[in-house]
């Protein structure tokens, strides 16, 4: 079945330092997702990409999608504490309505201040 | 926009103990829903998701079991809690025609 890999697992930055994490899937996606979940919290949704090689910017997160629309990445730069938490990407499985979110394992973000 | 009831929030059951986590949603109509497993520090595994109502899929065999007598409710239960259970349940809706997920604040299930 369709698998969505995320790295680094975990990652400790100094406060100010860039962070990025990369999304792989195993198959072509129709379109990929990011959420952030706050810690003790429930994924909150950021963006989707739908167009191969499409980019994104909110504020100082940049989210790519590859030309094959098999990756995708989250750059923050400048990490802020604020920044603490657990980013998923997610891709589209599935066949007709149902609309199958499938998760990465997420990525989980410490800043140190 | 849409708002997920879950409850209860948190919960400590025993072994062999059955459960039900209820699920309701606001705002929208028709929704897809979905209940998604998150064990501690791991990612998210969905176990059920429902198109309409009484139309229930499975993704894992397990020990759980979903039901949805209303449009907007969505029901997870297990007749026999088992240690492996444990662990962050998460409500998601997904409007018809979106794919973006909204979640619940999630219940957090510690089975001894």
């Known amino acids: 079945g369709q698998q969505v890999m995320q790295i680094p697992q975990y990652q400790h930055v100094q406060e100010g330092e860039d962070f990025t994490t990369y999304c792989n899937s195993s198959?072509?996606?129709?379109?990929i997702q990011w959420y952030k979940q706050r810690p003790g919290g429930h994924p909150v949704f950021l963006i989707q990409?739908?167009?191969?090689?499409e980019v994104k910017k909110q504020k100082r997160l940049t989210f790519q999608f590859g030309e094959a629309k098999k990756n995708s990445s989250l750059h923050i730069t400048a990490t802020q504490t604020t920044d603490v938490g657990t980013y998923f990407c997610?891709?589209?499985?599935?066949?007709?309505?149902?609309?199958?979110?499938?998760f990465g394992q997420g990525t989980t973000l410490q800043v140190k201040p | 926009s849409q708002t997920i009831h879950q409850w209860p929030a948190t919960l400590v059951q025993p072994v062999g103990s059955p459960l039900s986590l209820e699920c309701t949603v606001e705002?929208?109509?028709?929704?897809?829903l979905y209940w998604y497993r998150q064990a501690a520090g791991r990612g998210l595994q969905l176990l059920f998701y429902?198109?309409?109502?009484?139309?229930i899929s499975s993704e894992v065999p397990q020990n759980l079991s979903a039901s949805r007598p209303q449009d907007r409710q969505f029901i997870l239960s297990s007749k026999k809690l088992l240690l492996s259970d444990s662990g962050f349940y998460l409500c998601?809706?997904?409007?018809?025609?979106?794919?973006?997920?909204?979640f619940g604040a999630g219940s957090r299930l510690t089975v001894l």
């Open positions: 198959t072509t996606l129709s379109n």
């Open positions: 705002g929208t109509s028709n929704p897809n």
């Open positions: 997610a891709g589209l499985g599935g066949s007709g309505n149902t609309g199958k979110l499938i």
């Open positions: 998601a809706s997904r409007t018809a025609g979106a794919n973006v997920l909204t």
């Open positions: 429902s198109v309409g109502i009484g139309q």
């Open positions: 990409l739908v167009k191969s090689g």
